[in-house]
């Protein structure tokens, strides 16, 4: 027989049970018009999943618990299998909670059909807690939950018997995690197969992440061929966010058969359909659309920043933008990426100068702001500037214990920050709130690593939309933006080529001198502090560059390191520098930091977390570089 | 035969075994000295525990391996207990990392004398994932352990045979949670007493929050009884923290006789020993110290913020603050506080008024700073104010697709964030960096909880020390300070009487207006949202209202919710505007916020997770909301 399948790879609301109810039910009714004998519907999409502490109002669990009841009653002629929150009042988490799960429940004819020991749903058995994963603070597993009741898990992993008209098919039904087997000791698809699931159905509500479709689609794939049999995988689009980071979610729903071969896949970040029809005789798929294409950087990275932050926008009710245009890259490419998210005309385009900006990055910022056809206004900072460094070095302070007065005086980098601050909190604050809707943080990844931003100055605004970008991915963001998006030069050719500075003091100009990063070879260092997998620190950089194997485990060109740094000690002394400010002050710093566009396997705020902690140096780090500056 | 005992009650430096390991070393020598046959030292001791994911660096799992070594070879001629990390190479983490386990060791004679199986140390059963605590983050449980190796954890689950002087003593050894067994469906200590324990050993790294000593009392001494053997708690002093909020750990390590009395405890917040003797024959305990008194609020308040505080600033290096000052209670409190934990002459206040601010706070101001005898200062942001409105309103913002121009409107609320932003962002950040060190973040917990503070105005800053306790909280300590610990009246008197106003606006002035928080009331509202176990949410609110209990389910005056709310209609919009807030732009705010020293049962920050959502009134709200109205 051939059944028939839909995937609905719907937009959730995370914390909005009542906003996403209706669009499951116009889903189930969709759905049964188009003749579907099943429905799957993505993990937790009646409550969303990243609520945080949500899951500890019991007024939201009786909301989820009265939509999941509803669903089910709502399955009239079709079965609709969908994730939620189950909960099991009369027993507890570990926390002293009410007991929760992450479920599956499998409906059919206003009934469920799926469960085990008084439990009308599946329960998820791999629980992640890894990045922005809490799944164990929040859910009780079905391995805990066996063990407290003394069954053997692999017996509870029994593939649903469905009856589609009059005929039996045997699904094996997990969520998300479940399918992602590698290091959990129980195979949770290949135990479903084996108990005799004649198709795996993998409801998931899983971020995008650069270079995981591609990843997933090899997993999943090699997990149907060794099963023999067929798995879909349900997952749903929209953001959700951990308070640090915006997530987004590329929906990229799939089915593969059971060679392994993938058959049909949805649209990225397209709240769409995906169908297909399984031959219960042979397990063969057929599909009526092809696989969906991914895309490569920095095409995906565009795509994922633009839907994630118009939807993160849209979610805050924000509809226009200011950003502080520098001339520098950063603010080019966040501008570009407003003018082409909400319109130039709903972007507000501040230049801030003061003694220290060139002309060149003046005429840039116009020209940038001009090719857009955005707001612009210059707004000199200099005046305010003066008045603040005359006010705080002529106010006299008064030790009012002794009754001696002095005054204050300020350094460069106290001079600096005053700029950056007067810039971010007294202007563009104000005039973002004046010009309606909020302002834009510019920062980029590697400038978030070590901290190279001002409290309060340019950390600070709504969202990090180039957070989670390194420096050269940000340059060649900009060139797609002007060859793929804009079509033209609308990020001026000249602010791919100048060398970055903050401009904010004599030694911090165009032409004199530029930011302390080296980005070509600095980019790649910090990123193996954070997006290793294994944490890269510098007793293990200092292990790769006396091994001669640095670049090649960094990923920078193999010259540069030693252009950069003539001697051992000019190299260890850098690695220092910068471990210091990673580990130490930065922490501080990214604390206060806005919301960052999850892009990578790991981004800076509650995906990566942190405690401010003093730098450590490791005993192997201490023994290598003895040994590098005694050579 | 009669057991000398020693709990090691040091003080941790979390991400820092170098600086751990000669501290336990020492103990150990000291204990030597002192004769005793067994130490005890904290859990996670070596590594330190709230560390983020410092444990993804193999580097820092390899120095705590070799420190736990040393630890175990400097066992000589006595018994020593410690907890740490444990890695099993060649096992993984369900996250793919290498198998981690939070461990207590025992060591005796340069040997481990714990483990089963093939692992030299006992793992933690129970494993912590509510408020601060990611235990399943980073370690692999007891419980999964035997699951994956098919035993049965309660046989794990076996006390240490441990030869003192030629004699066995049993000791059942356990970590933290493991004692803490309200929710877990096994109980630990039980168990080990079952099995034979003639004495129960918690090693903990427990933080500090208000009332969980008396319940820790309750709840070992409860344990101790039921088995019938005496129980010792071993906990650590110091600081640790998850970047959002700073725990205090006090210490109050503890022994509970067989009958449940608890017979000594360790100083609060000491870096000490608690001594005792157990007698094999009886189990009974004695002890050349009673205990300890445990102090009530608001002593108890002060003496976690002061100690935090004082840790923090060293941690970070910080020996002086600056402190915006405005008259009020918070700002007050806070300056008094610095002046206490750094000395006056380590502190800058600064009064930083406008047009708006009332003779009266500046007086206050100023009086504050003199009996304090700090150093004061007088900075006026008007000029500057004028200067932002003028560039702001006049500058010509271009539309560069239309050539059209305008200039920029601000509203009253856009002029009163001008000001605040003004104070921190442009004065105190500057000033505080010239007087070195750092500023101050002035915010209690009633306007965290709804945002009632403007974005890098007074939410910014390196510490947010009153963060944790509502304003009828911070009244007790301003009058504790009075009181206690100046013994004269360092906070003038009228600040504590004077009603609480930002001044920003002629409607916000003293007199004529003030906050619109009624602290009485919603310093309990906004409690009950969360710090109740099971979060209050507006409809919960509505039902009590309605069941007349509201006052008792909030712990505020009876009499004020009629006082404030003439009608239902009054009292429900109430209700909805701070949840609007709470739920929504206040998370912003949060989410951007300095660190909060954590004294209570939920503090914003990590402890307490949020995601930014739209605010949820859920179905029963609307119900009640209805049928109030409709009465």
Known sequence: MQIKIICGQIEVTPGRPDLNFPKILAAIDKARTQKADILLLPEMCVPGYLIGDLWEQETYL????????????????????????????????????????????????????????????????????????DDYRHFYSLTKLCAEEGHDVVDALQPLSINIRGEEIRIGLMLCEDGWTENYYLNVPQTLAKHGAQLLCNLSCSPYTLGKNRKRNRLFSAQAKEAGVPLVYCNNVGIQNNGKNIFTYDGCSSVYNSTGELITSAEMYADTFLEFTVDTTDGSISAPTTVAALPEEPESVYKAIRYGTDKFLKQCGIKKMTIGLSGGIDSAVTAAMYADILGPENVLLLNLPSQYNSETTKNLAYQLAKSLGANYGVIPISQSFEHTVEQLTTTPITNLGSGQSFTLELSTLVKENIQARDRGARIIAAASAAFGGAFSCNSNKAETSVGYATFYGDICGALAMLGDIWKHQVYALGKYLNEVIFQREVIPAEIFTIRPSAELSDAQTVGKGGDPLVYPYHDYLLRSFIENWHKTTPADVLRWYKAGTLAKELGCEEKIIDEIFPTAADFIADVERWWRLFAGF???????????????????GYDHREAQLTPYFSREFYQLKEELLNK
């Open 62 to 133: 009786d909301d989820c618990e009265y939509y999941n009841n509803e669903i089910i009653k709502a399955s009239k002629d079709i079965c609709v299998m969908f994730g939620s929150v189950a909960r099991e009042v009369g027993k507890l988490n570990e926390d002293g909670r009410v007991r929760k799960y992450n479920a599956a429940f499998a409906a059919q004819n206003g009934k469920v059909v799926a469960g085990y020991w008084g439990h009308d749903y599946v329960i998820k058995t791999s629980m992640p807690n890894y990045r922005e994963f």
């Open 586 to 604: 930065s922490v501080a710093k990214r604390i206060q930091a806005p919301p960052i566009l999850s892009i990578t396997k790991r981004s800076f």
